[in-house]
């Protein structure tokens, strides 16, 4: 395959190329190759790295009427992605490896990107006895977390930790004080009042981040803060950086995106985990993925069924189905808004999460794995959860206008979502 005459996203500059492609290989990169058997003309395209997201939750084994591998693999390269990890709360929760190997073998058989289970830090995320971190790692896993609910006995984590370095395994950590959450369901600040809403305050994630970067410095390990959403977070996160700790840390479209201003409607869609905040986090957002604070940015795509939504705000289920828009999010209030340059999105969305679970990806070079997006940046389109390919439809954005829409995207050299088709 040649992919021809595409504006290349490379590391540190956009150069117009052609590509080749054999064995699900980059073979060569050139200002002009030979006329070859079959050939996409990407003129007035973008080529990046095949997108990775690191954080998504596919509901399989035990939630299909939520989503399920097929329709969440379908929804990622949609949206562009080559490659996403998914957490464990599943049911039964991927503790072990026989639930890892379960989602590796579904990968597999589905056939459309490329699919990388994370397994629990704990025994059924229940926070009480760490699972089998080197037998689910032997099965597959990249990561283990307990996305969802987080491991306050912070011996345990400690203990966690520890085994994820012997194992040389990430920690991906969900940080949030159950105890200051206390039933809260948006962010604590004016919105919440005006809507009468229980709130959450920053100090709930916050102190989390802190713990956690706090073990990760006392133990000389790195570690990986999840779905960071406060300004004050970013804050602790940069400060640690510039003090030596290893951490890293994501953040998700919706919170350089949108305000807290938007539960004001009452739309559960709305309702995240954490949740959307104010414009000074929003802010700090931006300033974090433009000063490097925030490595990556992440869909932590969560789809529902429309049950688990369409009841009153404080019985809704939390989450943003938000793997099909990410793309279109980040060219519109990133690239569009000069905040990221093209390669630094594609850091953030490609090479970083490789290097941060050590895939195998995430570069456009000779050599390299075959794992491409092809990208229209000046196409424009309205979000419609109605049209999406994943069953969850649970999006708060619809109407919202975006540039950036996939043309194709590869995998192993292989077309695996073409636009219309």
Not at 145 to 165: F, I, P, Q, T
Not at 297 to 321: C, M, Q, R, W
Not at 329 to 355: C, D, H, N, W
Request: proline content about 4%.
């Amino acid at each position: 395959m040649i992919i021809r005459n595409g504006n290349v996203v490379l590391k540190n500059s956009v150069e117009k190329k052609d590509i080749l492609i054999q064995d699900g290989k980059i073979v060569q990169i050139a200002d002009k190759l030979p006329k070859g058997d079959n050939e996409i003309d990407a003129s007035g395209l973008h080529i990046f790295p095949g997108l990775i997201d690191m954080h998504v939750h596919l509901r399989e084994p035990g939630f299909e009427h939520k989503e399920d591998i097929e329709s969440g693999a379908k929804a990622a390269v949609k949206g562009g992605f080559t490659q996403i990890c998914c957490m464990p709360n599943t049911y039964p929760v991927a503790d072990n490896k026989v639930v890892v190997s379960y989602i590796k073998n579904r990968a597999k058989e589905v056939g459309l990107c490329k699919i990388h289970p994370i397994g629990a830090i704990t025994k059924g995320e229940k926070g009480e006895q760490l699972a089998e971190i080197g037998e689910m790692k032997a099965a597959g896993a990249v990561a283990i977390s307990d996305d969802g609910v987080s491991v306050n006995n912070s011996r345990l984590m400690y203990l966690a930790m520890e085994y994820a370095k012997g194992f040389d395994i990430k920690c991906l950590c969900h940080c949030e004080d159950k105890n200051l959450v206390d039933g809260g369901v948006v962010n604590e600040g004016l919105s919440s009042t005006i809507a009468g809403l229980k709130g959450i305050p920053r100090a709930a994630e916050d102190i989390m981040i802190a713990r956690d970067i706090a073990l990760a410095e006392s133990l000389d390990m790195p570690v990986h803060i999840c779905h960071v959403s406060t300004h004050s977070g970013v804050r602790l996160i940069r400060d640690a950086k510039r003090a030596g700790v290893k951490v890293t840390a994501e953040t998700c479209p919706h919170y350089f995106a949108a305000t807290d201003n938007i539960v004001r409607t009452f739309d559960t869609f709305t309702k995240v985990n954490p949740p959307i905040r104010e414009e000074v986090d929003k802010q700090a957002i931006l300033e974090g993925l433009k000063d490097g604070t925030l490595d990556c940015i992440v869909t932590d795509h969560a789809p529902h069924h429309t049950n688990d939504k369409n009841v009153e705000y404080n019985l809704a289920a939390f989450g943003i189905s938000g793997i099909e828009t990410s793309l279109g999010f980040a060219v519109t209030y990133l690239y569009k808004a000069g905040v990221l340059t093209l390669p630094q999105i594609a850091e953030k969305m490609s090479a970083a999460p490789a290097r941060i679970l050590g895939l195998d990806g995430g570069e456009i070079a000779e050599g390299a794995v075959a794992d491409l997006t092809v990208v229209d940046l000046e196409k424009e389109w309205i979000v419609d959860p109605a049209t999406f390919v994943s069953k969850g439809k649970n999006n708060p954005f619809k109407g919202w206008k975006l540039n950036g829409a996939v043309a194709y995207t590869i995998v192993d050299g292989e077309v695996k979502y073409q636009q219309e088709k």
